[in-house]
């Protein structure tokens, strides 16, 4: 019977596959099934928490096709966090609403919109945010008003999660806080709030990034905060990265 199929043409072996329903091979080169759509996602911070999905895929739709809006919440009361992602399906399209929405007004909030990167895998020794892959992660924060205080900069973070700690330090002799603070999260809801780069705290545009542990050195005073490439003295903390 074997035999005799491999004596048939492929025109004979089509049709006795046929009359026998026999399903045929498929070939291990068969097409490969069509990519998941990604699109770009963006970031979008410091919504007002009456900001709904709908008004969201309304305001980005203008620039393009809206493939996901995702709005995390509380997971104890259920109230958005203050932030979304907005994920459109062409870079272009992205792009200009990036371009027309960072810094815009919505619903009474000034928006902070930017490209959401992919974590890097800190688990397989990538660099990035966070590299040493900490629960929790410091930010520093600099650029602060003379007239901020633990709760104004507490309030400011809070929409990216729960916040462990935030320190501002203070002047030895007078006691005035030296224009700079460090705020502790977890690390996931830390890499969210670097958004807060260059948002405005009482006043002033704030300067936000991760801040790192100094290395070496000699055995400074006091708790030794610095910026890297020069210490902070008594004025405001400036640019730069904030180092403990």
């Keep these: ?29 068969a097409a490969p099934a069509p990519a998941a759509e990604e699109g770009v996602k963006m970031y979008v911070g410091n919504l007002s928490f009456d900001t709904t999905e709908d008004t969201l895929r309304s305001t980005f739709g203008e620039f393009g096709t809206v493939i996901d809006v995702f709005l995390p919440v509380h997971r104890d009361s259920g109230n958005p966090r203050g932030f979304a992602f907005v994920t459109l399906r062409e870079r272009d399209a992205a792009e200009k609403a990036i371009a027309a929405w960072d810094g815009k007004e919505l619903d009474g909030r000034t928006l902070k919109v930017n490209e959401s990167k992919p974590k890097v895998d800190y688990a397989a ?14 930010l520093y ?47 996931a809801d830390a890499e969210k ?33 610095g910026g890297r490439g020069g210490g902070y003295g008594r004025g405001r903390g400036g640019g730069g990265r904030g180092n403990y």
């Excluded at 019977?1 to 091979?25: D, G, T, V, W």
């Excluded at 020794?125 to 410091?138: E, H, I, P, Q, R």
């Excluded at 700690?165 to 007078?174: A, G, H, I, N, Q």
């Design 125 to 138: 020794g990538g660099g990035g945010f966070n590299s040493a892959g900490l629960a929790d992660v410091k």
């Design 141 to 187: 924060v600099g650029n602060l008003s003379y007239e901020s205080t633990e709760e104004s900069v507490r309030a400011a973070f809070a929409q990216y999660g729960e916040i462990s700690d935030c320190f501002l330090p203070t002047d030895r002799e007078s006691g005035a806080i030296r224009g700079f603070a460090f705020v502790t999260m977890a690390a």
């Design 193 to 225: 709030a670097l958004a807060m780069d260059g948002a405005e705290i009482d006043g002033r545009a704030v300067k936000v990034n991760e801040s790192q542990p100094k290395r070496g050195g000699g055995r400074g005073g006091g708790r030794g905060y």
């Design 1 to 29: 019977f074997h035999a005799a199929i491999i004596q048939l043409s492929h025109i004979e072996l089509h049709k006795f596959c046929l009359s026998y329903r026999i399903l045929p091979i498929m070939s291990d080169e």
